[in-house]
């Protein structure tokens, strides 16, 4: 398998939700950057467990170990490894998942890939838990984007049919993106939080699950970043944000509602304002052949509902090749999407930081 992604920063990402330690290699950082660790701390806690009743109870502080590359408060230019030792794992609870498979997990595929030789606990590689070393990466990246000037931020656009605003993809402001970082979660109408939160609350006491969609901007990246084809910003992105677990859909800008429009409703017509080249409209998310227009990056990512219910479901046993009943005990977030802000954010930012670093 590969575990390794990037060209100018490249990424090792490494561990098992229930070993001892999982972690990250992050090598192409420039030298000489002073972290700011509690930046870092602080987006660490916004993905990590066990801070909500809409999440699942598994404690874990994420608490960062750097091992290398990283010296008197400032990187060194040498690959910098960072681990985040496992502390609660509830590995019993997995015992007869090595042979009943788990529908819409990564049970039955992950057993034919690696031939029964992957770890099963928690979901082992698979697991969202791997998720936590990319944030530390990704919090690294916004470090040096925002020295930049270029800001990422997010909001819930919507959990299961319930939907909140959307971004206002000419017009956004710095200001209502740093006010939703700020936000355990984040959406822009209040009145769409609370149903969004009764949903949640509904849906785990009914055992089951749902999923929702997380919309991203980027603002302040100037034009000319990424290229055409199997370089554009586009697909950088989209390989890192399909690289999260449970997500199922990336759209740019109207995304597939573009379809419905005809070209002159669709077309970003452009104007000049202050000497700069703007659009009226923003429908294709501010990339244009691949490449940044200028205009606030938007995008759209769809997570499906959390595969792990405690309800009874058919499936079956591998070792026996016999359908059974599977009722999965453990601890799962009812909905993942809160906890996944953070991550789509972590992705978007090392995507980016990526390819500003071809315009060096």
Not at 20 to 41: H, Q, Y
Not at 309 to 327: G, H, M, V, Y
Request: with cysteine; glycine share 10%; hydrophobic share 40%.
């Amino acid at each position: 398998m590969s575990g390794v992604w990037g060209k100018n920063i490249k990424l090792s990402i490494f561990g098992e939700s229930h070993g001892n330690a999982i972690g990250i290699t992050i090598d192409g950082l420039p030298s000489g950057v002073e972290l700011d660790i509690d930046f870092i701390k602080s987006e660490m806690k916004r993905r990590a467990p066990g801070n909500s009743a809409l999440s699942t109870p598994r404690k874990e502080g994420d608490v960062f170990e750097i091992l290398s590359g990283y010296y008197d408060g400032k990187t060194t230019g040498t690959p910098l490894c960072s681990i985040i030792r496992n502390s609660d794992q509830h590995s019993k609870d997995y015992e007869n998942l090595k042979v009943m498979i788990r529908p819409s997990h990564a049970d039955y595929t992950g057993n034919i890939k690696y031939k029964g030789f992957n770890d099963h606990r928690g979901g082992g590689h698979f697991s969202g838990r791997i998720t936590a070393p990319l944030v530390f990466a990704g919090a690294i990246a916004k470090q040096l984007l925002k020295e930049k000037g270029i800001i990422i931020g997010s909001h819930i656009k919507s959990i299961h049919n319930i939907k909140d605003e959307v971004f206002d993809k000419v017009n956004l402001k710095e200001e209502l993106l740093n006010n939703l970082l700020k936000e355990d979660f984040p959406v822009i109408n209040k009145v769409a939080l609370n149903d969004m939160v009764n949903k949640i609350l509904t849906v785990k006491k009914e055992l089951n699950s749902v999923g929702g969609v997380i919309e991203t901007a980027v603002l302040n990246l100037p034009a000319g970043i990424g290229s055409p084809f199997f370089d554009s910003l586009e697909s950088h992105l989209s390989h890192l944000l399909f690289s999260i677990p449970a997500v199922k859909g990336v759209q740019f800008g109207e995304g597939f509602a573009i379809t419905e429009m005809t070209g002159a409703e669709a077309n970003d017509e452009y104007y000049m304002e202050d000497n700069k080249v703007k659009t009226r409209t923003n429908n294709n998310g501010g990339i244009l052949g691949g490449i940044t227009s200028g205009m606030p990056v938007v995008f759209s990512t769809a997570f499906k509902p959390t595969a792990s219910i405690a309800r009874s479901q058919n499936t079956i046993d591998i070792e026996k090749l016999q359908d059974i009943k599977l009722e999965i005990k453990g601890r799962h977030d009812p909905c993942i999407v809160p906890r996944a802000v953070p991550v789509v954010e972590a992705a978007a930012a090392l995507a980016i930081l990526d390819l500003l670093y071809d315009n060096k």
